[in-house]
């Protein structure tokens, strides 16, 4: 047996084995239909893409005919009535056919799914290869890298883990939890930031290693992962210990000591207070300790108190007051997962804390009121920008037509918020009838879907790739000839120097969204779509050496590459390929919900006294 870390006196105690074995019955096991004596779901045509149907005999009875002809005429009264089933894509002049276009599809696509397999497969053994226990890798140059010079916390190992782990992939999981059982450690002694990766400083702590170790922790109860969340977390803790309760930035790990950012001093990223909520609240739940859950939630109280009259808010916060800083409110980075966060916390706790519902519903209100735009040209539906005035105080605000691929969360999040919060009855279809959502469901479908296309869209690049940052035409541009399409590359020029706008991080955001709406309509365009992006990442971003890289311009399709393959790409942009095509029953929504890095946890009720503030 061993004790807890320093600080945990609550008497609970874990064991923990040198090895652990791989537990077969939880495991989702990957194999093709052809293996296990079935026929193909799926035809490996593209075209037609159909459901398999079982061959049956054929009886018609009057019992039958008598049900066929009741449903025939309910259908013609439904139809009288003037009932129509809700418009996926309801733009018809962006998008000609009908917006229920695509064939409904159920379980598994195998030979898909498995080629999203051999894709993880080929980026991790160049990774345990070159680089195994770092932070970083960089697959050109076949290294790893850490963010402190005392050596790394395997956060790219934590972060990946889950995955691996969901494909079935019983010897890389293996081989990646003896290394955590025999050479990781926390006790570095360097400053990390308790939320996002910085360039070269420190990783992404909490979502990336903590929801990591929440996340497979959950799917094997293996007592390695939580004992190694609680020593995390418990080094974390001194971050809330502000005047306001705000948590500051960066801590040193190996010092159990909070650190703020020399570059921000005093000042919080909204993003970064409020996407440590999940994580925390959970390993809560599951160890009993209230010191997790209060200490996140005294955040979210401290942002109730300072709400914005528009229901949005800006990306930086005082961690002495308490009170936004006059900056700028976007959906992108340093703001992205305030909003993202919102629904999740309430769906969570299994829909038991009416306060995030509120303030999610205001946040959603705050969006369509201020920053959703429609396109010049096409009609596009996308999110600006609003930019602090320095000098106007009648208008406070500018706005700035530019979406981060960040933003592409919020198409997904929307249509799941849709048929959950803005749901008029408990159960709904798939895809949701208009009369089974509110007035308010339908708002948020509709925005939802328009937004997802809105970020297909950016792929239509030399490449099939989406880059980091679109600009928008205004209206001032509309009649101008240089204006072909809604959005544009700020910067990029063919044949010039790429700029830093146009490059392809492996990012999930699209893919992730995509995911949502497959699983949430079984529409099998979403499916075809998905498949399209990975053709387009495997011709410009796979390494035949190994591994997988960025590339700097999404127009070239001679692009260089970029040397690094971020740790995302194997948590969340391969994980929601491998859950596109996979069986639903893998991961479900109405049982899951997923942190801002793709590490499913699962929703349950709380013992946790609830959030009453």
Same mark, same amino acid.
């Given at each position: 047996?061993? &004790? ?7 008497? +609970? #105690? ?14 989702r ?12 779901? @799926? ?11 079982? *061959? ?8 039958k ?22 418009? $996926? $894509?309801? !733009? ?7 917006p ?20 993880? #497969? ?47 992939? *019983? ?10 059982a025999?050479?990781? %450690? ?21 979502i ?11 799917l094997?109860?293996?007592?390695? @992962? ?9 080094r ?7 005047? &306001?309760? $705000?948590?500051? !930035?960066?801590a ?46 005294? /955040? ?19 961690a ?10 976007? +959906? ?15 769906? #969570? ?13 205001? =946040? ?5 009121? *201020?920053?959703?735009? *429609? ?21 406070? @605000? ?6 981060d ?7 997904g ?7 959950? /919060?803005?749901?008029?009855q408990?159960? /709904?279809?798939?895809?949701? #009838?208009?009369n089974? $959502?509110?007035?308010?469901?339908k708002?948020?479908?509709? %925005? ?21 940052? /679109?600009?928008?035409? !205004? ?50 365009r ?12 495997? %011709? ?8 997988? =890289? !960025? ?14 393959m ?20 893998v ?27």
């Amino acid at each position: 047996m061993t &004790s807890l870390p320093c600080g945990q006196d609550d008497g +609970l #105690q874990i064991q923990m084995a040198e090895s652990y074995a791989f537990v077969e019955p939880t495991l989702r096991h990957r194999r093709t239909e052809e293996e296990a004596g079935l026929p193909s779901v @799926y035809s490996e045509d593209e075209a037609s893409y159909l459901p398999y149907k079982q *061959k049956r005999r054929r009886c018609i009875t009057l019992p039958k005919i008598f049900i066929g002809l009741t449903l025939l005429i309910l259908i013609a009264l439904l139809y009288l009535s003037g009932y129509t089933p809700l418009r $996926l $894509l309801p !733009s018809e002049r962006v998008h000609n056919t009908s917006p229920n276009r695509g064939q409904f599809t159920f379980g598994a696509d195998a030979k898909k799914r498995d080629a999203i397999v051999d894709a993880f #497969q080929h980026s991790w053994l160049a990774y345990e290869r070159d680089a195994m226990g770092a932070d970083e890798y960089h697959p050109i140059s076949h290294r790893g890298s850490n963010f402190s010079i005392h050596g790394g916390v395997g956060y790219m190992v934590i972060d990946a883990i889950d995955t691996m782990y969901l494909m079935g992939l *019983k010897e890389e999981y293996n081989r990646a939890r003896l290394w955590l059982a025999k050479e990781h %450690t926390f006790d570095r002694n360097g400053n990390f930031n308790s939320f996002e990766a910085r360039r070269f400083l420190c990783p992404q702590t909490t979502i990336r290693v903590l929801g990591g170790l929440l996340s497979i922790f959950h799917l094997t109860e293996d007592p390695l @992962y939580l004992e190694k969340a609680i020593d995390l977390a418990d080094r974390m803790l001194p971050i809330f210990n502000t005047p &306001s309760g $705000l948590p500051l !930035s960066m801590a040193n790990l190996g010092l159990r000591l909070a650190v703020d950012d020399p570059r921000s001093k005093g000042l919080v990223s909204t993003a970064e207070a409020t996407t440590l909520q999940l994580e925390y609240r959970y390993l809560s739940h599951v160890t009993g300790k209230s010191v997790y859950w209060d200490k996140v939630e005294q /955040v979210m109280k401290v942002l109730k108190e300072s709400k914005q009259h528009s229901n949005l808010v800006p990306i930086y916060m005082n961690a002495e007051t308490g009170r936004f800083q006059n900056s700028e409110i976007r +959906l992108g980075s340093r703001g992205d997962s305030y909003y993202e966060y919102l629904l999740k916390q309430y769906l #969570q706790t299994n829909k038991t804390e009416e306060v995030y519902r509120t303030m999610y519903d205001a =946040a959603m209100q705050g969006i369509h009121d *201020k920053l959703i735009v *429609k396109g010049v040209k096409d009609g596009l539906t996308f999110t600006a920008e609003l930019l602090p005035t320095v000098q106007n105080h009648l208008e406070p @605000y500018m706005l700035s037509r530019k979406q981060d691929h960040l933003v592409c969360f919020l198409g997904g999040s929307l249509m799941l918020g849709a048929s959950t /919060v803005g749901a008029a009855q408990t159960q /709904v279809s798939r895809p949701p #009838q208009e009369n089974e $959502l509110t007035t308010i469901g339908k708002r948020d479908w509709q %925005t939802g879907s328009e937004l997802l296309e809105t970020c297909i869209d950016t792929h239509r690049t030399e490449t099939g790739l989406s880059p980091e940052i /679109v600009y928008y035409y !205004s209206p001032d541009d509309a009649g101008k000839d240089k204006v072909k399409a809604d959005w544009y590359i700020k910067g990029a020029r063919r044949g010039g120097n790429p700029v830093y706008d146009a490059r392809y991080m492996l990012r999930p955001e699209t893919l992730e969204s995509i995911f949502l709406a497959y699983r949430l309509t079984g529409d099998r365009r979403y499916r075809q779509i998905g498949w399209k992006i990975f053709q387009s990442i495997q %011709t410009y971003c796979r390494l035949d050496e190994g591994g997988y =890289a !960025s590339i700097l311009n999404v127009d070239d399709i001679e692009s260089r590459r970029d040397d690094k393959m971020e740790t995302f790409w194997l948590s969340e942009t391969l994980k929601y390929l491998y859950l596109l095509f996979e069986d639903e029953s893998v991961i479900p929504l109405d049982a899951y919900v997923f942190n801002t890095e793709a590490h499913p946890l699962p929703i349950f009720t709380p013992t946790h006294p609830l959030a009453d503030f």
